[in-house]
């Protein structure tokens, strides 16, 4: 019989040890209260054109803290690869006089180049398990408008159902730009100031330092699938 790897027991060796974690899209802290409030949990992020990036929590808890130190980094890796690329490191779990569990819930973000499965772990500094959240990343076909919904849209007019808006900065200089997509295009001079159509080809150079504007063609595509979400909410409806 093959004798399992004694882990490292948190309570007779005083080291701290990683409990469960899970991923979300928003993750609050009131002032005074030590659990977060996390909403929409997810498990794999949808994408309409790579490269692309997305910010999340990952949300954790650890056992038998210490009243100082260690930190726990937070790391992805692809699966199938050892590559494991640091997103944050969460310093500081001391919890002073209180319980000596904590739930974390740092905000990181990433940039995907590929779809797949990908791995979140966490893992404490010197002893200690790691923490394995998987996560998938899919890339999605190309959302385009049916036939019924141009002729929904017509009838609906310009509104929040029948267009989205997305602001993308500029990587080099900072500069911000809204981007709208709609069912049915508007004439490019009929748009209210400071607003741009989405560039054919995804592809767009910041007017103040001439580098291009990054993930344009995820944003479209992300715009379109949550109008087309839109319009079969409301068509359901009656
Ligand atoms: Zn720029």
Redesign the pocket.
């Known amino acids: 019989m093959r004798k399992r790897k004694k882990e490292a027991s948190p309570g007779a060796s005083g080291y701290p040890c990683l409990g469960s974690g899970l991923l979300a899209r928003q993750s609050k802290r009131e002032t005074g209260v030590p659990m977060p409030s996390c909403d929409a949990i997810f498990t794999a992020f949808l994408a309409w054109g790579f490269p692309c990036r997305r910010a999340w929590h990952v949300v954790f808890t650890v056992f038998d803290l210490p009243r100082k130190g260690p930190d726990i980094s937070v790391f992805i890796r692809k699966s199938g690869s050892r590559a494991l690329r640091l997103l944050c490191r969460v310093a500081d779990l001391k919890t002073g006089e209180g319980p000596r569990s904590a739930v974390f819930d740092p905000q990181v973000s990433h940039e995907f180049r590929e779809p797949g499965r990908y791995s979140v772990v966490c893992a404490l500094h010197g002893r200690g398990r790691r923490l394995r959240i998987p996560l998938d990343f899919i890339s999605m076909p190309w959302p385009e408008f049916t036939k019924s919904e141009r002729q929904m849209a017509e009838t609906i007019g310009q509104t929040a159902l029948t267009s989205a808006a997305a602001t993308i900065k500029?990587n080099?200089?900072g500069?911000l730009y809204t981007f709208v997509e709609s069912v049915v295009a508007p004439e490019p001079s009929s748009l209210p100031p400071g607003l741009l159509l989405f560039p054919k080809g995804g592809l767009f150079e910041?007017r103040?330092?001439g580098?291009p504007l990054p993930y344009l063609k995820d944003a479209q595509g992300g715009l379109r699938h949550e109008i087309k979400r839109n319009l079969a909410r409301e068509a359901q409806r009656g």
Do not use: E, I, L, V
Request: glycine share 0%; net charge positive; proline share 0%.
């Open positions: 500029c080099k200089c500069r910041c103040d330092c580098h």
